[in-house]
């Protein structure tokens, strides 16, 4: 069975300082891959996905991900936190030719200081 | 253009009741897709309407769940008797195109159920 694991159910950053979500999948087939954000009383808004081609995604907001097949891993990362990227980060796969439902990690809360 | 609402924004009520949630999608989406997601658990995969018929329903819990979406619109998902492992947040998304190829799903904000 897939599985998404994200390391780290909160992490705090210095506005300005880089951003790092971390992201590892299990399958045995390489997946599409997504990263979700989700802002304080809003539904879950698609930052950036990777299905085919280029293996460095660049999504909205600044953020990019790289997908590495040898680590099985999809990791979010932004240069620059900015105080509006305070929010909850999901990644998430769907297993090609197995349907079209998300399977989700348990979420990243990101906070920013300044 | 609108995005995916969900009514209500929050629920509470006492085990043994019932509950509808709703769900309208993008218009013209035709695909449909219920999750929650429990306190401190992953967002989990209910079930997905292509149109008005259930592609997929492997992720429903039990026969307390009902999901309809009559005319390939909104749809709804009731729970009953609802008990208190059915609090969480549950999210609806539609994305258009059909079933089995990939298409950004758009996700609704919720809807927040507390059984007490």
């Known amino acids: 069975a897939q599985s998404v694991t994200q390391l780290g159910s909160h992490v705090s950053v210095s506005e300005g300082a880089l951003v790092l979500l971390r992201c590892n999948y299990s399958?045995?087939?390489?997946?599409?891959l997504f990263w979700y954000v989700q802002y304080p009383n809003q539904g879950l808004q698609l930052l950036l996905k990777?299905?085919?081609?280029?293996?460095l995604v660049k999504g909205i907001n600044g953020f990019e991900a790289e997908f590495k097949k040898s680590e099985t891993s999809f990791h979010l990362t932004k240069p620059s936190a900015h105080m509006s990227d305070a929010a909850e980060y999901f990644c998430?796969?769907?297993?090609?030719?197995?349907?079209?439902?998300?399977?989700f990690g348990k979420g990243t809360t990101l906070s920013v200081s300044s | 253009e609108a995005g995916v609402t969900q009514f209500p924004s929050h629920s509470v009520i006492e085990k043994g009741q019932t509950v509808t949630l709703r769900c309208d999608p993008i218009?013209?989406?035709?695909?449909l897709y219920w999750y929650r997601r429990v306190m401190g658990k992953e967002i989990k995969f209910l079930l997905h309407?292509?149109?008005?018929?259930?592609?997929?329903e492997s992720g429903m819990p039990n026969n307390r769940f009902l999901a309809e979406r009559t005319g390939g619109t909104y749809s709804t998902l009731k729970v009953q008797p609802a008990e208190l492992e059915d609090s969480g947040v549950y999210f609806c998304?539609?994305?258009?195109?059909?079933?089995?190829?990939?298409?950004?799903?758009?996700f609704g904000p919720g809807t927040r159920l507390t059984v007490l």
């Open positions: 998304a539609s994305s258009q195109g059909s079933s089995g190829a990939y298409n950004e799903q758009f």
């Open positions: 399958s045995s087939v390489p997946p599409y």
């Open positions: 990777y299905t085919t081609g280029a293996t």
């Open positions: 998430a796969v769907i297993r090609r030719g197995a349907g079209t439902a998300l399977i």
């Open positions: 218009s013209g989406h035709d695909n």
């Open positions: 309407f292509v149109k008005e018929s259930k592609q997929d």
